[in-house]
């Protein structure tokens, strides 16, 4: 049997779920100096609260303090109090540069001096 509520009820109901999913979600979205709260993350894009400005280019993606993704993004849909947004590209952010060379897999980590004590160098 399925519950029919009025519509009235219907956005109050989908007002909570937004509202609980902002306050758990840790990832954010910046546009400039806007940051807005992404509500889901999923492979091909994210949402945002429908009350949000509507973000198009790029936009980067952070996880708390941690930069993720910077993105750009498409508007793809607009229902049930989120916006759907699709990723054109998603590129990772990496904290060291890239590298122009091959990097051999044997090869030593750090250099390791062997010094002698003053009585092993006295025998």
């Known amino acids: 049997m399925e519950a029919v509520f009025s519509k009235e009820i219907q956005e109050g109901?989908?007002?909570?779920?937004?509202?609980?999913?902002?306050?758990?979600?840790?990832?954010?979205?910046l546009l400039g100096d806007e940051m807005?709260?992404?509500?889901r993350l999923w492979k091909g894009g994210f949402s945002v609260?429908?009350?949000s400005p509507v973000l198009r280019g790029f936009v980067d993606l952070?996880?708390?303090?941690?930069?993720?993704?910077?993105?750009?993004?498409?508007t793809?849909?607009?229902?049930?109090?989120?916006?759907s947004y699709e990723f054109k590209r998603a590129t990772?952010?990496?904290q060291s540069p890239a590298r122009d060379f091959e990097?051999?897999?044997t090869a030593p980590v750090a250099l390791?001096?062997?010094t002698l004590s003053r009585s092993t160098a006295d025998r």
């Open 76 to 83: 793809s849909e607009d229902s049930g109090g989120e916006r």
């Open 36 to 39: 807005h709260p992404v509500l």
């Open 112 to 114: 390791i001096e062997q």
């Open 13 to 29: 109901l989908s007002a909570a779920r937004v509202a609980s999913l902002k306050r758990a979600s840790r990832l954010r979205v």
């Open 49 to 51: 609260a429908s009350d």
């Open 103 to 105: 990097v051999d897999e």
């Open 92 to 94: 990772a952010v990496v």
């Open 62 to 74: 952070y996880d708390g303090s941690i930069h993720l993704f910077q993105c750009l993004i498409v």
